[in-house]
């Protein structure tokens, strides 16, 4: 293994290619347009794109490709070769500055929510130069924004960078009345990416894994993770390889990844990332969970990304570490004393705000048919919104609600009470696990992403709706004198904590307590993706987007036609592969069990030998098989209702209210039935396979 100072970024063209490789002005021209947002001039692109071109070249690379990401949530390429022919046959390599900034791919294939018609094709990628380019498979790749022939955004990227801009314009109008003026304000996120590793055997031989990513079926395994021994327990040498693969891979495409360990359900892991600029770290997420996907077979092994891939044990999710940063000083750094620190009170009062006021709209950028299985099953955040703040800014909080005056403990000497182990200090901010969106130190983890999810719908959310809250601020401020700016700035801080204090929960957040504590205060309970969806397109909503030049109302109405039908197309495909799976691998396979299990009894007895025992088995196996034929005649039947149906938000609360359940019944059914069904005769790897492989 290479060295990581050698390796990091060997594939990138960053900065420091980008100095390398670029003439002296074209690259300060080049900086103007990533660090201050400034147009590109198509000279300086063309000049970008020869040198783009022979870096990758000599890196090995044949093709380029703009890579964006369409409304499905994964990410597209269209691969075309530097390629241009010669006159007398001979060919020559070519990659103009119009190529790198513009693309022109088919638009018709992928989901826009009606925005685009099936014969209205035509889409533009356009480069975003704020995200490096990078060699993937021998191949040149652009991160690209993806919009309609009309304009529409089709993509994640673009609202994105939008929402950012948005929070970078309002922050800079607060920064300013505190005398401070950067150059750069971003949003940065550090996304902790949870998965599951099986054996690649195991998963061909799982219908459901292959074809909807969980498993439909399957008992509990006879251990799961009661004894918590798995958590940061020895990475076992198959994984190990794996992770040191993956991390070369990564390393090469200058993603920061840190940390690995084993997480708390058998079988899974987690990596995470140094924080970073939010739109180059979602590509970075994107590019790591493909680089899991296509790895983990050169190790036997396959990654499972779903949310919830075995029932009864841990999801995934993607803890979204959000903060903002004003020319590389993290505005969410309470400093020695936040009581005292007003610049950090008020951002931290704006995220505060903006979360109460847009509860419903966070929550609906998390939601997933995979992640309803997830949320709120005590190992993931409630789908209550709420903060968590800790002891000492939740103190903070209540003295300037309350008018009390503020006591700062501070930091407390932890004496571990022996000799030769040192004393350290206890930090002032504890974590809490049931917390959907918790303050961690200087950021806050927003918990509530499932593993597979493309953070940027969640991070478009939050980054538009704290926007409005410093907006809010900046209006309410700026035109108070100097002298009496410190003064407003509090009273303003006091008066929004107290209006919004019923966000804040720093207490159990798995509890029924809470959940009629919640709903005394008023907060949401959107139990599933139906429920959550319509949010989306709230008059509250689209005016918030609009505000803020983040989606237009075309462009949210879309994208909830795209997420209802994301949804209900999921329960659909697995409604097929449950129905399919009972018919033609466990029933048939049940039934040989049963019938050989009384064609032995009858021999017995022909002999004179009594049986009860295996004779009841028999009898709770064909009872047992009655029951699952009638459980997936009525799921056939519900389903079909389901399908059938032409109004899409009508589908979804059908699929969650009564489809659900009935999957839920066939899945007890076939899973009471493998309890008792021979392992000789059970058709499929059990969870003990599973989970506990070698």
């Known amino acids: 293994m290479s060295k990581i100072s050698e390796i990091y970024g060997s594939s990138v063209f960053d900065k420091r290619t980008m100095r390398e490789k670029l003439p002296s002005a074209t690259y300060k021209s080049l900086l103007k347009t990533i660090d201050a947002g400034e147009p590109l001039d198509l000279d300086v692109a063309n000049v970008v794109a020869h040198a783009m071109k022979e870096w990758a070249i000599e890196k090995g690379a044949t093709h380029f490709t703009h890579w964006f990401q369409p409304l499905s949530g994964t990410t597209s390429e269209k691969h075309d070769a530097f390629l241009s022919p010669e006159e007398n046959g001979s ?18 294939s992928f989901p826009s929510g009606g925005l685009r018609a099936t014969f209205e094709a035509r889409g533009y990628t356009a480069w975003d130069p704020t995200s490096y380019a990078f060699i993937k498979d021998e191949v040149l790749c652009i991160p690209t924004a993806f919009c309609s022939y009309t304009g529409e955004a089709l993509d994640k990227k673009t609202p994105l960078l939008r929402s950012m801009g948005a929070l970078e314009n309002q922050a800079r109008r607060v920064l300013a009345l505190f005398g401070e003026n950067p150059q750069r304000i971003l949003t940065t996120i550090g996304a902790e990416q949870e998965f599951f590793l099986i054996s690649e055997k195991d998963y061909a031989a799982r219908e459901d894994l292959v074809l ?47 940390t690995k360990h084993n997480e708390v359900a058998p079988a899974q892991h987690e990596l995470a990332p140094i924080f970073a600029n939010a739109n180059r770290a979602i590509d970075a997420n994107l590019l790591t969970m493909e680089k899991m996907r296509l790895l ?15 029932e009864g044990i841990n999801g995934s999710g993607k803890h979204d570490n959000w903060s903002m940063s004003a020319d590389g000083k993290n505005l969410l750094d309470p400093g020695e004393n936040p009581s005292e620190n007003l610049r950090f009170l008020v951002f931290l009062t704006a995220v505060i705000e903006a979360v109460d006021n847009y509860q419903e709209l966070l929550r609906m950028s998390v939601a997933s048919a995979g992640n309803d299985h997830r949320l709120g099953a005590h190992e993931a955040p409630p789908a209550i ?6 002891d000492e800014l939740g103190a903070i909080m209540e003295s300037l609600v309350n008018g009390a005056e503020y006591r700062n403990a501070g930091q407390v000497a932890m004496d571990l009470g022996v000799a030769v182990l040192p004393n350290f200090l206890k930090d002032n901010t504890d974590r809490n696990r049931t917390s959907p969106f918790a ?7 927003f918990r509530a992403p499932g593993s597979n999810v493309n953070l940027a719908d969640a991070n478009t959310c939050l980054n538009t709706a704290v926007a409005k809250s410093l907006k809010g601020f900046a209006d309410a401020l700026e035109n108070v004198s100097p002298a009496d700016f410190e003064a407003a700035a509090i009273s303003y801080v006091k008066q929004s904590l107290t209006d919004h204090q019923r ?3 720093n207490g159990n957040g798995y509890s029924e307590e809470w959940e009629r504590e919640a709903e005394r205060r008023g907060l949401a309970n959107h139990r599933n993706t139906a429920e959550a969806l319509p949010s989306y397109i709230d008059p509250k909503s689209i005016a918030l987007f609009e505000e803020f030049g983040v989606l237009t109302e075309n462009e949210v109405r879309s994208r909830y036609e795209v997420k209802l039908e994301k949804y209900t197309k999921l329960l659909n495909i697995e409604c097929r592969v449950m129905k399919r799976m009972a018919r033609r691998t466990y029933i048939p396979a ?43 005649n009525e799921l056939h039947e519900l389903h079909t209702k389901a399908a059938a149906m032409q109004d899409k938000q009508q589908a979804a609360d059908f699929y969650a209210g009564t489809v659900v359940p009935a999957m839920r019944k066939l899945r007890s059914v076939i899973d009471g039935l493998e309890i008792i069904t021979s392992r000789d005769y059970w058709p499929a790897p059990s969870y003990n396979n599973l989970l506990f492989y070698v």
């Open 385 to 390: 919104m709420s903060i968590f703040l800790g």
């Open 91 to 108: 060919a020559i390599t070519s990659f103009s500055g119009k190529e790198l900034i513009q693309g022109e791919p088919d638009a018709s």
């Open 296 to 310: 983990a077979s050169n190790h036997g092994l396959a990654c499972l990304l779903h949310e919830k891939p075995f």
């Open 212 to 258: 909807t990513g969980r498993t439909l079926f399957g008992a509990p395994p006879c251990k799961g993770q009661e004894l918590e021994e798995h958590y940061f327990g020895a990475i076992r040498p198959t994984v190990n390889n794996f992770m040191k693969e993956l991390d070369e891979e990564l390393w090469a495409l200058g993603i920061p990844a840190r």
């Open 439 to 445: 303050f961690t130190g200087n950021k806050f983890e």
């Open 590 to 632: 049940i039934s040989r069990y049963a019938s050989d299990t009384a064609e032995g009894v009858a021999r017995l007895e022909a002999i004179g030998v009594e049986c009860p025992s295996q004779k009841e088995l028999a009898k709770r196996l064909a009872d047992g098989i009655v029951a699952a034929a009638a459980a997936t």
């Open 503 to 505: 966000i804040v929960f």
